[in-house]
């Protein structure tokens, strides 16, 4: 009986021993699946980002879309997904989708500010929105934006490689922001409702005085006062217009206007 009894226990260490075997088995199996598991998922992002980029070099642009954007799904959280958010942008921006293109570019930046491309991506989010700049008929929206764009990049990211292009396509987009408002004044003024034109006019003067519109704008505010009675006004702008600007087209015109008022003792 005791024999039996001493067998049964023995059975039973054996059984209780090979479980914990077992299991510690399992366990070092798991533990080594998730590690190797861990090095494919590394090797997969970098694969999906390599077939991406060899369909973007060989112009597969959709292919290239779809293998980037598996990336960033699969894998946010690998350096290549970031790669891949910026690539995306950049294949956005060849097809001309500027909207989309400038969406990618904004996120980039504002998830990123410290990355080494960040400036790059400023870049091209304002020229995505400069390539959307319409006609001075036209809603300026996409230029506000451009220009926005363009005034981070040269606050956030001092003396970038970008800058003196910045600089020259703000230019740009100030004077067509000028444009716009010189358009809207002369609409105004042609159908003659000269106060709303002097406000327009005036928004030249105070907004955007560098741009070269300001003899123009100054013969036209002198105009719109007269056009309203304002003689003394009219002619005191005609005067600033002569002063400042004497050997311009519109300076000649001025003083014609001004001859057309006669001597001031008859007003």
Known sequence: MTLYINRQKSGFIFKAFFLFVA????????????STKHLEKQRTAKE???????????????DAEAEYKKLMEEYPFSPFAVKAQL????????????????AYYT????????????????????????KSVLGVDRDQTSTRKALFAFEDLRRDYKGSAYDEKAIELMAFLRRRLADRELYVAHFYFKNKKYKGALVRFGDILKLYPEVGLNPETLFYVGESYRKLGETASARETYRSLVDEYSDNAFAARARKALKRLGPESTE
Request: charged share 20%; net charge negative.
């Open 107 to 130: 996120n980039f930046v504002a998830l990123h500010p410290s990355h080494p491309d960040a400036a790059y991506a400023l870049f091209q989010k304002g020229m995505s929105l400069f």
């Open 23 to 34: 299991v510690l088995f399992v366990s070092g199996l798991t533990v080594g699946c998730s």
């Open 48 to 62: 999906l980002f390599d077939n991406a980029l060899e369909a973007q070099i060989g112009e597969r642009l959709l």
């Open 87 to 102: 690539k995306i942008a950049d294949l956005y921006f060849s097809r001309e989708e500027n909207d989309s293109a400038a």
